[in-house]
């Protein structure tokens, strides 16, 4: 399965959602979609993981170099991802708290709050 993203928006957060495998071929497509959204925006990002059936080390790279980019931005990001097949790498690698990965979409938009409030 391809990857496909649909970004919405809540409130001041974008919100990609990514759909299939996040793999070499696939992932930086997503990373590209992501930088741009950073560049051109004040708003935080979220990625939403849920439908991701497949996350490599170039995923993770993708989803650190995002963390990283909105940082530099002064922007929040989080990722929603429940335990499973995308999760598992972010487990293994430890990169759960480096970034901000939580279950529900409720919990990671709680969190870009947070740090949008942090910032003012």
């Known amino acids: 399965m ?18 299939g495998a ?11 979609q992501a930088a741009e959204l950073i560049r051109r925006s004040d708003c ?5 993981l ?6 490599d080390s170039t995923g993770l790279s993708v989803l650190l170099n995002i963390n990283r980019r909105a940082t530099r931005a002064g ?4 990722v929603i991802c429940p335990p499973g097949p995308a999760r598992t790498p972010m487990r293994i690698a430890r990169l759960e708290e480096t970034l901000r990965v939580y279950d529900s979409e409720t919990d990671a938009l709680r969190c870009v709050e947070d740090l949008r409030r942090r910032r003012s």
Do not use: E
């Open 2 to 19: 391809q990857l496909s993203v649909r970004t919405d928006t809540i409130g001041t957060t974008v919100v990609l959602r990514v759909a």
């Open 22 to 32: 996040a793999d070499i071929a696939s992932a930086p497509a997503l990373g590209v």
């Open 44 to 48: 935080d990002i979220v990625i939403d």
């Open 50 to 55: 849920r439908d991701t059936t497949f996350l």
């Open 75 to 78: 922007l929040g990001s989080a």
